[in-house]
């Protein structure tokens, strides 16, 4: 089982490796497997493809940074303050975690293109439209449509990192 776990963690810390240097089409299983240190049954036996592997890390990076942001969110009060905390918080989480810079530009490469759950970029979007409407509702920023600023605030930040 740990076997397993120590497997998964060295394909994940490969696929944070090679996607910040080229784009994942690039990257070929073979690639994976020379930086991971696995073996192509290795690989098989935690996922179906390549694709597979890189929504799991995606995922696993996201549920982490949402956790620790909302953790770290809970003791403030005004609700502009949070929203800007949240983006500042969420760069930190960035920086410290090279995962999730690699998760951010898989979602935005093969978002596009597979069948990436929405789920994942959902989640963050309802994250940032509660801030956005309890700021709203503070007086604190102005605006109606939620959805359409949380979108904005997530592309922006995300178009941010990914071209930075």
Known sequence: MQRNADSREALFDAFAELVVDRP????????LYAVAGLTKG???????SREA????????????????????????????ELL??????LTGHLLERSRFHAAIL??????????LPPGDVDRWRGFLRTQI?????????????LDAIADFVLAS??????LS
């Open 133 to 145: 409407g309890h700021a709203v509702s503070a007086g604190d920023v102005v605006g109606q449509d």
């Open 24 to 31: 994942y089409a690039t990257i070929s299983l073979n690639d």
């Open 106 to 115: 898989l979602q935005a490469e093969i978002g596009r293109n597979s069948a």
């Open 157 to 162: 930040w995300v178009g941010a990192r990914v």
């Open 53 to 80: 592997a890189a929504i799991s890390l995606a995922q696993s990076e996201f549920d982490i940074a949402l956790t620790r942001v909302s953790e770290r969110l809970r003791h403030l009060d005004s609700s502009f």
């Open 84 to 89: 800007v905390a949240a983006m500042y918080e």
């Open 42 to 48: 290795q690989f098989y036996a935690m996922f179906d």
